[in-house]
């Protein structure tokens, strides 16, 4: 089935680590994007892609890095630089353009 | 950055009572897309709406798009436990901006 997956499900880690987050997808898309959720908020957009070796940033992006060295993969790193890294992230991917969205199931990053 | 607010942030109703979320853009919108988002859960989308006036149903869901496509509303008839969730709004192209959400609660 396609799809897109993220791992891990849950994550902790302690102040001053880095970490990075999985996600891959099998619809042969070309855009992908993460986004990040604090309860009771929508949506923010930290980085996004559009195609292979390159992408953009979002309005949150500081803290932040990614890579899209293959089209089906675009992980996301949270480094020591993020202030309040503890948040539910969200990957998503589109064919392009206004396309609908298809999410992963998340990753939520708790930091001690 | 673009500025897409959505209201009520909140909303409990009886089951069978009707519910509508309203959002409203900052600046002109090419689309609109709606997301539901159960508890725990990862948004869905729902639908698109591209063109001014335009109004589409999916069942008990009727979604509007302004004439000035810079605002959309959500309503549902007869609310059942199962619309339980947090509705999204979009809007953009290559980058979507997303609604604060309004948050569903259905009292059986």
């Known amino acids: 089935d396609g799809g897109i997956t993220q791992s891990p499900k849950y994550l902790f880690r302690k102040e001053g680590q880095n970490v990075t987050l999985s996600c891959e997808q099998n619809?042969?898309?070309?855009?992908m994007y993460w986004y990040r959720q604090d309860p009771g908020q929508g949506l923010r957009l930290i980085y996004y892609s559009q195609i292979v070796n390159d992408f953009q940033k979002g309005d949150i992006a500081e803290g932040y890095s990614v890579s899209r060295e293959k089209k089906e993969s675009f992980p996301l790193t949270v480094t020591s630089a993020q202030k309040n890294p503890t948040a539910f992230y969200l990957c998503?991917?589109?064919?392009?353009?206004?396309?609908?969205?298809?999410f992963g199931e998340g990753s939520r990053l708790t930091v001690l | 950055g673009q500025q897409v607010m959505q209201i009520p942030q909140y909303q409990h109703v009886q089951e069978g009572e009707d519910f509508t979320t309203y959002c409203n853009s900052s600046t002109t919108l090419s689309n609109i897309q709606w997301y539901k988002q159960r508890p725990g859960g990862h948004p869905v989308f729902l639908i698109q709406?591209?063109?001014?006036?335009e109004v589409k149903k999916q069942k008990r869901l009727t979604f509007q798009f302004g004439e000035a496509k810079k605002n959309s509303s959500l309503h549902i008839t007869a609310t059942q436990t199962t619309d339980v969730g947090t509705y999204f709004c979009a809007g953009g192209r290559n980058q979507f901006y997303f609604g604060t959400g309004t948050s569903l609660t259905v009292i059986p």
């Open positions: 998503a991917s589109t064919r392009g353009g206004a396309g609908e969205l298809f």
């Open positions: 619809l042969n898309h070309d855009a």
């Open positions: 709406l591209v063109k001014s006036g």
